[in-house]
Nanobody
Framework: QVQLVESGGGLVQPGGSLRLSCVASGRTGSSRMLGWFRQAPGKERDFVAAISRSGGSSYYADSVKGRFTISRDNAKNIVYLQMNSLKPEDTAVYYC?????????????????WGQGTQVTVSS
């Protein structure tokens, strides 16, 4: 089992920045891929970004490329999502997730463990 706890969400003005963190505990050695997803009210859960265990491979949704950066610190079992140039359409609950095998796709149902989510609201 892997437990995930997200933090760092909040209210930010358009054009602002936030950094989300996700701390993993438990069987973290099996965490091959770490991903961030988001879900706005009434919408499906969407892929945001993912990173491999080594950090050598990362993937982004087209909507966040050039604005968001995913990174991980394996020594601390933390994955980060740096979000810059935030837009109102980025408003959602953001979730981190773990997949125990390598996976470069965006299907959230393929991930094995999930955090409880952190709210990000972009509004003036």
């Amino acid at each position: 089992q892997v437990q995930l706890v997200e933090s760092g969400g909040g209210l930010v003005q358009p054009g602002g920045s936030l950094r989300l963190s996700c701390v993993a505990s438990g069987r973290t050695g099996s965490s091959r891929m770490l991903g961030w997803f988001r879900q706005a009210p009434g919408k499906e859960r969407d892929f945001v970004a993912a990173i491999s265990r080594s950090g050598g491979s990362s993937y982004y949704a087209d909507s966040v490329k050039g604005r968001f950066t995913i990174s991980r610190d394996n020594a601390k079992n933390i994955v980060y999502l740096q979000m810059n140039s935030l837009k109102p359409e980025d408003t959602a609950v953001y979730y981190c997730a773990v997949k125990e095998a390598y996976y470069s796709g965006s299907d959230y149902t393929r991930y094995d463990y999930w955090g409880q989510g952190t709210q990000v609201t972009v509004s003036s």
